[in-house]
């Protein structure tokens, strides 16, 4: 885990980044911005930066923020109780995204992962956001993403989020603690 004065740093860097895409939060707003770290405390390589503004037992809504080249980890929304998972849209406000999703391995990739942890990322199919575009994934899909050169800020629409379900490759990763 972080310490607090990093958590509180990258607070505050979140803000600039909300800033640059134009992004109004209001105070109570900025008071609930979440660094997730994963429990691994590598923020600067595998983290993400979010701010919740709605998750009700139908849907969620939610602004992401990764700094450069920050890695939110591969990982997916199981089925639980009568839900299928959760059903999640990405769509790129500022910067870059790179998504990984099932199907062929893109030749070039645009993003890495470390090396070390080169076998907990085993979806390798590209797809590249920019600001305006976006991409709706099915429940239970393994996913991960990864912020371009410049950071990105990503909104994500979708069907409630129950982030303490969540499944991710690496089996050192604590979401929720």
């Given at each position: 885990?972080?310490?607090?004065?990093?958590?509180?740093n990258a607070?505050?860097?979140?803000?600039?980044?909300?800033e640059?895409?134009?992004?109004?939060?209001?105070?109570?707003?900025?008071?609930?911005?979440?660094?997730?770290?994963?429990?691994?405390?590598?923020?600067e390589?595998?983290?993400?930066?979010?701010?919740?503004?709605?998750?009700?037992?139908?849907?969620?809504?939610?602004?992401?923020?990764?700094?450069p080249?920050?890695?939110c980890p591969?990982?997916?929304?199981?089925?639980?109780?009568?839900?299928?998972?959760?059903?999640?849209?990405?769509?790129?406000?500022?910067?870059e995204?790179?998504?990984y999703?099932?199907?062929?391995?893109?030749?070039?990739?645009?993003?890495?992962?470390?090396?070390?942890?080169?076998?907990?990322?085993?979806?390798?199919?590209?797809?590249?956001?920019?600001?305006?575009?976006?991409?709706?994934?099915?429940?239970n899909?393994?996913?991960?993403?990864?912020?371009?050169?410049?950071?990105?800020?990503?909104?994500?629409?979708?069907?409630?989020?129950?982030?303490?379900?969540?499944?991710?490759?690496?089996?050192?990763?604590?979401?929720?603690?």
């Open positions: 885990m972080i310490n607090p004065l990093e958590y509180e607070r505050k860097r979140t803000m600039d980044y909300f640059k895409a134009g992004i109004v939060l209001r105070d109570d707003e900025k008071q609930t911005i979440e660094v997730a770290d994963f429990g691994l405390n590598k923020l390589t595998i983290g993400l930066e979010i701010v919740t503004y709605v998750n009700t037992s139908r849907c969620c809504a939610k602004e992401l923020v990764m700094f080249r920050q890695i591969q990982h997916r929304h199981p089925p639980y109780d009568e839900s299928p998972g959760k059903e999640e849209t990405f769509r790129c406000r500022w910067g995204v790179y998504l999703v099932p199907g062929e391995a893109t030749k070039n990739p645009k993003g890495s992962v470390p090396e070390e942890m080169n076998d907990v990322f085993t979806v390798r199919h590209e797809i590249v956001l920019r600001p305006g575009e976006q991409y709706t994934l099915m429940p899909t393994w996913h991960w993403f990864q912020a371009g050169p410049e950071g990105a800020v990503v909104s994500e629409f979708s069907t409630r989020s129950r982030d303490d379900l969540d499944i991710f490759r690496d089996p050192a990763i604590k979401r929720v603690e």
